[in-house]
């Protein structure tokens, strides 16, 4: 008779737990725009996973003499470059490339920088002070030049990309959980949690993060798409992704002298990126906002 | 009688805190101690060191500023200011646990109420319970303060005042403490609930024999709920006894009259409540001998220079010199 109450028990806590997810999904289903980013996220998403399937890598990288600078058309949809390669492959396969230094610089860059800043912030004294003098030391070199430098020290590679853009932003996102730490370490319930006599760790991942993350997580979905640029530009010193290898930021930049006579070069890459930084932010709107209990209705 | 086992003892303690401007003389050199099963009381106005003595037993003082000077907090016999961090955060949540003044702010707003039961009993789960058992039990927790117990995947802005301090003391009840510190538990709230909350305290602790500090200004509280008080004033306990020896006693601190004096009464027709004359002093710069010396309507030159007389009945003690008189008088 007990173990079926405790059956029972058990599979009602499984129903609710199941249910918080379906709460927050309610809620986030309630913000149209955000759903629109969503839908606009997987779908480039899904064009990333599926390029191989979509268009073979070869069209993408294949020069053809006699179809150079072309506009948009059937046989192509995006155009050609400069080199006659379609525009529409190009764009299709740098989103893999793209993406991973996107939201790869911008995942590690957030991990790391939000762990220190949140130990940096809830510990204070002597830690702290080291820390932030070393981050603002890194933070006085512009950030371009610092992956560059980098890169140029590593040697060029799509991962020698990845790590000097994560090094380069992670000085920002320590600086922002920081100052959102510090407002919560001084709360009643953290002193409670001391109380009970929780380790420090559990504290910062339990306690202060979860109450601290709401600027970070803006500020990284906005920082995807300028990371997509950032990596372009270091691309475009011949120090990031390798030709004919394509990425979008890098596209852009190639097109970048024949933008007057053939404005499509340019704005398919630049549409490209904005897609992407605006399924993000509308997504990181509506996530940031499902996910806050304070404001459930 | 069964003689009863004492359980905490504070000895010589004294606390201050020291910023680069002054030095902050919060507790000085106090002495009180408290049985099994037994609630106490520390009484007294703002700043007069109730709250620091709560933290340090628990040596939860802010890292930077609060110093134990000296003195001895013992738990069952064992001195809790020489246990290192780690033996210390054992003995939080599990012997000795808190219930924090304001209950709007003391649980976390990003974890459901569940979660934060849970916690504790998690930290302290040295027998290795199950997640299943864990969990019965915080149901058994939510039933225990009267809360359904369905309502622990909430957050805790879904709950009133009232509820949330229950939540709070059945996080402080979850690894059945032996000792229950509650620092000014009912001045959040409303007086209806203050009431409600009063009485699930006193419930729980006839049930699960826990011994309480209660720290509180409300002298009423003190009269419902304590066996002991100590009143305190600038750190210092100026008296102390059985809560019989308080409320029915003859003799008192000159203090402890003001106190009174400064309740409403319903049976007497009173046009004005009379307070104690002057300001607490600065714990920055207390005065010599007595503290309350230059408050006190029975101040004499003596008071001014040493330390007053303890005045010695039974558990009843009251730091003043107008009994050293009667003394020498006898």
């Given at each position: 008779m007990s173990k079926d109450k405790e059956i029972v028990k058990a599979e009602q806590s499984k129903v609710k737990k199941k249910s918080r997810a379906q709460e927050t999904w309610r809620r986030f289903k309630k913000n149209k725009l955000a759903v629109f980013g969503m839908i606009l996220f997987f779908i480039i998403l899904l064009v990333t996973i599926l390029a191989d399937v979509i268009v073979s890598y070869d069209v993408s990288v294949t020069q053809v003499a006699s179809e150079r600078l072309q506009g948009p058309s059937a046989s192509h949809w995006f155009g050609t470059d400069n080199y006659g390669r379609d525009l529409f492959a190009r764009i299709v396969h740098g989103a893999?490339?793209?993406?991973?230094?996107?939201?790869?610089?911008?995942?590690?860059?957030?991990t790391i920088g939000g762990l220190l800043g949140a130990v940096c912030g809830y510990l204070g004294g002597r830690f702290d002070a080291i820390v932030m003098r070393i981050l603002d030391s890194i933070m006085c070199i512009p950030s371009a030049m610092l992956a560059l430098a980098i890169v140029a020290a590593l040697g060029t590679s799509l991962w020698n990309v990845l790590m000097a853009m994560t090094i380069s932003s992670v000085p920002r996102y320590c600086r922002i959980i920081r100052s959102s730490v510090l407002g919560v370490t001084g709360?009643?319930?953290?002193?409670?949690?001391?109380?009970?006599g929780t380790p420090d760790f559990q504290i910062i991942l339990k306690h202060v993060l979860p109450n601290a993350i709401g600027p970070i997580i803006v500020e990284s979905t906005m920082a995807v798409g300028s990371a997509i640029i950032s990596a372009a530009g270091i691309s475009f010193v011949g120090m990031g992704i390798q030709p004919p290898a394509p990425e979008w930021g890098a596209m852009l930049n190639e097109a970048k002298t024949y933008m007057t006579m053939y404005p499509y070069m340019v704005l398919f890459p630049g549409l490209a990126i904005g897609f992407t930084a605006l399924s993000m932010n509308l997504m990181g709107d509506g996530l940031r906002d499902a996910l806050d209990p304070k404001l459930k209705n | 009688m069964e003689e009863k086992k004492t359980l905490l003892e504070i000895k010589d303690l004294e606390v201050i805190y020291q910023t680069d401007e002054a030095t902050v003389h919060a507790v000085n050199r106090i002495n009180f101690s408290l049985n099994e099963k037994e609630t106490i009381g520390l009484v007294g106005e703002t700043g007069a060191g109730k709250t620091t003595t709560a933290l340090?037993?628990?040596?939860?003082?802010?890292?930077?500023t609060g110093r134990i000077k000296g003195g001895q907090v013992l738990f069952r016999g064992e001195n809790l200011l020489d246990k290192s961090v780690a033996e210390m955060r054992r003995v939080r949540g599990a012997e000795i646990s808190i219930i924090f003044q304001d209950p709007m702010t003391a649980l976390n707003p990003a974890l459901t109420v569940g979660d934060q039961v849970l916690e504790s009993l998690e930290i302290h789960n040295t027998a290795g319970k199950s997640r299943q058992e864990l969990n019965a039990r915080v149901d058994e927790l939510f039933n225990l303060v009267g809360i359904p117990?369905?309502?622990?995947t909430e957050y805790p802005h879904q709950f009133s005042g009232g509820m949330k301090q229950r939540i709070v003391i059945a996080i402080a009840l979850a690894c059945a403490p032996q000792l229950l510190i509650a620092d000014e538990p009912t001045t959040a709230l409303d007086v209806t609930i203050q009431a409600q909350v009063l009485k699930l305290m006193e419930n729980l602790k006839e049930e699960l024999g826990t011994s309480m500090i209660i720290i509180t200004h409300d002298l009423g509280v003190v009269a419902e709920t304590c066996d002991k008080v100590a009143i305190m004033y600038a750190g210092e306990i100026v008296e102390t006894g059985t809560a019989e020896d308080i409320f029915n006693?003859?003799?008192?601190?000159p203090y402890t009259v003001g106190l009174f004096n400064a309740i409403p009464n319903l049976d007497e027709k009173e046009e004005r409540l009379r307070p104690i004359d002057g300001l607490m002093p600065d714990p920055a710069?207390?005065?010599?001998?007595?503290?309350?010396?230059p408050r006190c309507p029975h101040f004499t030159e003596a008071c001014g220079i040493e330390m007053p007389y303890i005045y010695k009945e039974k558990e009843h003690r009251i730091m003043c010199n107008l009994f050293k008189k009667e003394a020498a008088d006898e």
């Amino acid at each position: 008779m007990s173990k079926d109450k405790e059956i029972v028990k058990a599979e009602q806590s499984k129903v609710k737990k199941k249910s918080r997810a379906q709460e927050t999904w309610r809620r986030f289903k309630k913000n149209k725009l955000a759903v629109f980013g969503m839908i606009l996220f997987f779908i480039i998403l899904l064009v990333t996973i599926l390029a191989d399937v979509i268009v073979s890598y070869d069209v993408s990288v294949t020069q053809v003499a006699s179809e150079r600078l072309q506009g948009p058309s059937a046989s192509h949809w995006f155009g050609t470059d400069n080199y006659g390669r379609d525009l529409f492959a190009r764009i299709v396969h740098g989103a893999r490339n793209s993406l991973l230094v996107g939201f790869g610089s911008v995942i590690i860059g957030v991990t790391i920088g939000g762990l220190l800043g949140a130990v940096c912030g809830y510990l204070g004294g002597r830690f702290d002070a080291i820390v932030m003098r070393i981050l603002d030391s890194i933070m006085c070199i512009p950030s371009a030049m610092l992956a560059l430098a980098i890169v140029a020290a590593l040697g060029t590679s799509l991962w020698n990309v990845l790590m000097a853009m994560t090094i380069s932003s992670v000085p920002r996102y320590c600086r922002i959980i920081r100052s959102s730490v510090l407002g919560v370490t001084g709360q009643t319930y953290i002193e409670a949690a001391h109380s009970c006599g929780t380790p420090d760790f559990q504290i910062i991942l339990k306690h202060v993060l979860p109450n601290a993350i709401g600027p970070i997580i803006v500020e990284s979905t906005m920082a995807v798409g300028s990371a997509i640029i950032s990596a372009a530009g270091i691309s475009f010193v011949g120090m990031g992704i390798q030709p004919p290898a394509p990425e979008w930021g890098a596209m852009l930049n190639e097109a970048k002298t024949y933008m007057t006579m053939y404005p499509y070069m340019v704005l398919f890459p630049g549409l490209a990126i904005g897609f992407t930084a605006l399924s993000m932010n509308l997504m990181g709107d509506g996530l940031r906002d499902a996910l806050d209990p304070k404001l459930k209705n | 009688m069964e003689e009863k086992k004492t359980l905490l003892e504070i000895k010589d303690l004294e606390v201050i805190y020291q910023t680069d401007e002054a030095t902050v003389h919060a507790v000085n050199r106090i002495n009180f101690s408290l049985n099994e099963k037994e609630t106490i009381g520390l009484v007294g106005e703002t700043g007069a060191g109730k709250t620091t003595t709560a933290l340090t037993v628990l040596r939860l003082l802010p890292e930077r500023t609060g110093r134990i000077k000296g003195g001895q907090v013992l738990f069952r016999g064992e001195n809790l200011l020489d246990k290192s961090v780690a033996e210390m955060r054992r003995v939080r949540g599990a012997e000795i646990s808190i219930i924090f003044q304001d209950p709007m702010t003391a649980l976390n707003p990003a974890l459901t109420v569940g979660d934060q039961v849970l916690e504790s009993l998690e930290i302290h789960n040295t027998a290795g319970k199950s997640r299943q058992e864990l969990n019965a039990r915080v149901d058994e927790l939510f039933n225990l303060v009267g809360i359904p117990a369905e309502r622990k995947t909430e957050y805790p802005h879904q709950f009133s005042g009232g509820m949330k301090q229950r939540i709070v003391i059945a996080i402080a009840l979850a690894c059945a403490p032996q000792l229950l510190i509650a620092d000014e538990p009912t001045t959040a709230l409303d007086v209806t609930i203050q009431a409600q909350v009063l009485k699930l305290m006193e419930n729980l602790k006839e049930e699960l024999g826990t011994s309480m500090i209660i720290i509180t200004h409300d002298l009423g509280v003190v009269a419902e709920t304590c066996d002991k008080v100590a009143i305190m004033y600038a750190g210092e306990i100026v008296e102390t006894g059985t809560a019989e020896d308080i409320f029915n006693g003859k003799e008192h601190h000159p203090y402890t009259v003001g106190l009174f004096n400064a309740i409403p009464n319903l049976d007497e027709k009173e046009e004005r409540l009379r307070p104690i004359d002057g300001l607490m002093p600065d714990p920055a710069n207390l005065p010599k001998g007595c503290k309350f010396g230059p408050r006190c309507p029975h101040f004499t030159e003596a008071c001014g220079i040493e330390m007053p007389y303890i005045y010695k009945e039974k558990e009843h003690r009251i730091m003043c010199n107008l009994f050293k008189k009667e003394a020498a008088d006898e």
